[in-house]
């Protein structure tokens, strides 16, 4: 059964930071992985998706990396925001159409 | 509007009601989902569909009931509602290469 850890589970920066969140996952047979953002009390809005044949996906400010063999996805957010505060969600596709979710990391940007 | 519409967007209802909670989606993608997301446990797959008239069950399937006589509807019903479904349930679209994409959900009381 594939399992998605996301670390940390909270991260508080300073505005204008660069940061890395990561996403590893137990079973490198992917079809696809995706970020997702949630905002409290919202829906996930989809950032990023990056299909098994691809390294990287880049969007603004934002660039996800996928290494398949090791199991890991990192999501870059340069020079952060206080608008960019909210939850970020990894979620792995398995070649079924089940998708599996990482708990997510909380990301707080101080003004 | 294109996209996946939930209703109702918040419904409180008493222990042992049957409610049913409304999805539509405007692209015609085969595969929808219901997901409910608890403090705790992230995001838990409650029942998918591939398409009209099929349906499957996820991880947490006990107490549902879902149906798809059109591609764009997937409503979701809960038989006789408990305490413990209390929680903001989410349904998605799977649209190819182009991944999950979200509603804005339904956040459920039972009481």
């Known amino acids: 059964k594939q399992e998605v850890t996301q670390i940390p589970a909270a991260l508080s920066v300073p505005e204008g930071e660069n940061l890395v969140l990561n996403c590893s996952f137990t079973?490198?047979?992917?079809?696809?992985l995706q970020w997702f953002r949630q905002d409290p009390g919202k829906g996930l809005t989809s950032l990023l998706l990056i299909q098994s044949s691809q390294r990287e996906q880049t969007s603004g400010r934002l660039n996800a990396s996928l290494d398949k063999s090791s199991g890991r996805s990192t999501l870059y957010i340069a020079a952060s925001q206080p608008g960019d505060s909210a939850t970020y969600l990894c979620a792995v596709r398995p070649w079924s159409n089940d998708m599996r979710f990482g708990a997510g990391t909380r990301l707080t940007v101080k003004p | 509007d294109a996209g996946i519409t939930q209703s109702p967007r918040y419904k409180i209802t008493e222990t042992g009601r049957q409610v049913t909670l409304m999805c539509h989606q405007t692209w015609s993608h085969s595969y929808m989902f219901w997901y409910r997301q608890d403090l705790g446990h992230g995001l838990r797959l409650i029942y998918y569909s591939a398409a009209a008239d099929i349906t499957d069950k996820g991880e947490v399937p006990d107490g549902y009931v879902v149906s798809r006589s059109k591609t764009e509807n997937f409503p979701l019903t809960l038989e006789s509602a408990t305490r413990s479904q209390t929680s903001v349930y989410f349904c998605a679209s799977l649209g190819g290469d182009y991944g999950y994409t979200f509603g804005s959900g339904t956040r459920l009381t039972v009481v």
């Open positions: 079973d490198s047979a992917i079809y696809n």
